[in-house]
Every structure is written in C-alpha cells, then in structure tokens.
Nanobody, 115 residues
Framework: QVQLVESGGGLVQPGGSLSLSCAASGTLFRPNVMGWFRQAPGNQRELVATIRSGGSTNFADSVKGRFTISRDNTKNTVYLQMNSLKPEDTAVYYC?????????WGQGTQVTVSS
C-alpha cells in the first residue's frame, strides 16, 4: 500500500523560510508527477508546485520566485523550499504523487506564517 509521509511544517515569522519533504513508501515505481497543494481555512485546495520525472517544474503565480521544488528519485521524495514567506502562505500543505496512473496524497502538514 502506497503511503506518503510529509514532514517539515511549523510556525515561522513573515520573511522566514521553511522546508517541507514528502516520502513515498510501499511502491517500487518511480512517481511521474510529484507536487504540493495547499488549503487555507475557507478556501479550496490549490496548486503550489509540481515537478515531473524529467525535472520540469510548474509553480503557482503567488509563489514564483519564492518557492522551489525538487525531487530525489532514489528516495521517492519530493521537497518544497519556501522562502520569503508571507501570512497568506498559511495553510495545510499536502504532497501528491502520481504513481502508475494513480494519485496519492499525504496527510497534510500545517504551515503558519505569523509574527
């Protein structure tokens, strides 16, 4: 059974940085697309960033230039480096991976940006 386990959320002041990671277990296949979504209270879940197996990336306009996404295919792990964080980045962040035509989701990790 495939499981995604996230880590790295927490509380940070505006302008600060956080790094999230998400590791997949229970699969021998390399994920095609890996990504991060987020959901703030009262809002719909929205795309943050994705990275394909070949390394091409896609970012939401709101995080371009501040967030970077990377992956380690040897560990089936995806990372999200978040810099220059703003209060509006506060949300639960979910990782997702497409493995053999199936989308899997992590349990979510809270990121709070506040002074």
């Amino acid at each position: 059974q495939v499981q995604l386990v996230e880590s790295g959320g927490g509380l940070v002041q505006p302008g600060g940085s956080l790094s999230l990671s998400c590791a997949a277990s229970g699969t021998l296949f390399r994920p095609n697309v890996m990504g991060w979504f987020r959901q703030a209270p009262g809002n719909q879940r929205e795309l943050v960033a994705t990275i394909r197996s070949g390394g091409s990336t896609n970012f939401a306009d709101s995080v371009k230039g501040r967030f970077t996404i990377s992956r380690d295919n040897t560990k089936n792990t995806v990372y999200l480096q978040m810099n220059s964080l703003k209060p509006e980045d506060t949300a639960v962040y979910y990782c997702t991976m497409n493995i053999w035509h199936t989308d899997y989701w992590g349990q979510g990790t809270q990121v709070t940006v506040s002074s």
